[in-house]
């Protein structure tokens, strides 16, 4: 399957129409048949075992990284809940705000999955090692920009930068880059990557040669979550969506472990990984270790356990309901994991940290999901990259913190090694800073994806796009829902912005691939709603 997560997340950025999907049905089953590994039988995983008992000398925290796939801010009922109007509770992820600090200005590094992990992963803006895109099959952004998208404003493929193209597999965060697992390992900490990494997959870029000891999950991003016609399962098939009728047809339900074996699990992969986390804490309960927990849900394909659907009946719209359930599960399990600390008496000395890799996706149809915030997935608007972000570690950070300066996934590298007692690389540019050292703050933090570029510097956010030749000036502190462009009103301010763009983007290396397709995504509705013309979009390119 190793393009087929490539060809998926083309689908998702284009929003591209039936016509598209029909037209692709030929192409692809031929494409990912050819590259479709063997699946094995389920395979009983064992995870190594730490000393029997633990040691008298000071130890170090453990360190737990939970990230959520498209979770929006307000998917968690802490924020107000954007499932049928906070339908769905999420107790256990808002006790880790409430017993720690919450970040009410957490920013994802990029607005889609990809850019963002490898940001989270090395403390870094990927820009600087030309991991700009996610990997684009040429021949597809070829149809797909020729194909009907069902939108007045065409998707634009770049045949001119279709030369050179490096292998799939070896798009991904170079080998040469620094990894916190890498900084932990070196620390003597036991590295665990348990969920979806999309971020390489031949050799040289898996989990275990970039500082991991074990790995367990999904190399892409991402994988059915249990078999469509699973007793327990219900499904939500979304008729707008080209790419859902992609993922049901093409994805697999399978996952990797260590460098070679891969096997159908058992049970959804949100129990399958939880249950996975838990065995690896046991085994690692007397010596440290770093444990990246990086669930798939609750992006698409929309799959949640009956159990979990038949709790929520108020939520009448069924693809709503299977979202919402598929949040309840999330919570329920990530409470399992702060259950599982408290009882192995590791809960004082271990740093927990929650967030999502960008905002909630316009494909899925749910209109809330970040709300108050315009704009989703795919969009620098606040939808899009105003994410949840909160850590607990009851030894070191007061319960009950809010954090209101702005907190970047670059930065839990820094605060991550710092925890750790690690030192930070000096031999690169580090964009990272430590959220747990007091006289560190964030002043300007930017985004980019070809000439979709952002800049926030203290209270005041700049955005700027080539397609439609726009720039937005927004003023979060009293404008925090971005309703009011200034940019007509403040030129100097613009200028002065737009030079700090061009500032953070001197000398930065080309991409490692290029942006070969340009597609228009809305500001302000998702995919579910018919075009109009009097719609604010912006293309984003991949």
Request: proline share 7%.
């Amino acid at each position: 399957m190793r393009k087929s997560l490539w060809l998926m997340t083309v689908l998702a950025l284009a929003g591209a129409g039936t016509a598209a999907f029909q037209r692709y049905k030929i192409f692809l089953p031929g494409l990912i048949g050819q590259l479709r590994e063997p699946i094995g039988d389920y395979h009983a995983v064992t995870w190594s075992k730490g000393p029997a008992t633990p040691s008298n000398a000071k130890r170090p925290p453990n360190i737990i990284l939970i990230v959520a796939d498209d979770m929006g801010m307000n998917d968690i009922s802490l924020n107000g809940g954007g499932v049928a109007h906070g339908a769905v509770p999420t107790p256990n992820i808002n006790a880790i705000a409430r017993q720690g600090v919450t970040f009410s200005n957490g920013y994802a590094a990029n607005a889609t999955c990809s850019p963002s992990r490898a940001a989270l992963m090395t403390g870094r803006y990927p820009t600087r090692y030309g991991f700009e895109y996610t990997a684009v099959p040429s021949a597809f952004a070829s149809n797909l920009a020729h194909a009907d998208a069902g939108s007045p404003y065409p998707t634009l493929y770049h045949e001119e930068l279709n030369h050179d193209l490096p292998t799939y597999a070896d798009m991904g965060v170079p080998h040469d880059q620094i990894m916190v697992s890498e900084i932990l390992k070196a620390r003597g900490y036991h590295t665990i990557h348990i969920g979806k990494w999309h971020l390489g997959e031949s050799q040289p870029l898996r989990p275990t040669s970039q500082g991991f000891d074990e790995s367990l999950g999904l190399r892409a991003g991402g994988g059915m979550y249990l078999d469509e016609n699973d007793p327990g399962i219900v499904n939500a098939k979304l008729p707008w969506d080209p790419i859902d009728r992609f993922l049901w047809a093409n994805l697999p339900y399978a996952v990797y472990w260590g460098n070679d074996t891969r096997f159908r699990p058992k049970g959804h992969l949100t129990d399958y990984f939880t249950d996975n986390a838990l065995a690896a804490i046991d085994a690692n309960r007397n010596r440290p270790f770093f444990l990246y927990l990086a669930y798939n849900a609750p992006h698409t394909p929309l799959q949640a356990l009956k159990t979990d659907y038949d709790a929520l009946p108020q939520i009448k719209d069924h693809s709503e309901r299977v979202y919402g359930a598929m949040i309840r599960q999330l919570d329920r399990r990530i409470g399992d994991i702060l259950a599982k600390l408290k009882t192995t008496g590791l809960e004082d000395n271990t740093l927990v940290i929650f967030t999502s890799d960008n905002g909630g996706a316009w494909y899925t149809g749910i209109k809330d999901s970040n709300r108050p915030y315009r704009g989703f997935k795919g969009t620098f608007f606040e939808g899009g990259i105003h994410i949840p972000m909160m850590m607990r570690w009851p030894a070191k950070i007061a319960a009950g913190t809010v954090r209101t300066d702005v907190a970047q996934h670059l930065d839990l590298f820094a605060t991550i090694t710092g925890a750790a007692g690690g030192t930070m690389p000096t031999d690169r540019k580090m964009d990272s800073l430590n959220l747990l050292d007091p006289a560190q703050r964030r002043q300007t933090t930017f985004w980019r994806s070809g000439e979709y570029r952002a800049v926030r510097a203290g209270d005041w956010k700049l955005q700027i796009s080539k397609r439609p030749d726009k720039q937005w000036l927004f003023n979060l502190a009293t404008d925090p829902t971005e309703r009011i462009n200034l940019a007509g009103h403040e030129p100097q301010r613009v200028a002065a912005m737009r030079k700090m763009i061009e500032q953070q983007n001197t000398g930065l290396p080309k991409p490692l691939w290029p942006g070969l397709i340009e597609a228009p995504i809305r500001i302000d509705v998702p995919l579910n709603v018919p075009w109009r013309k009097d719609q604010e979009y912006v293309y984003w390119a991949n």
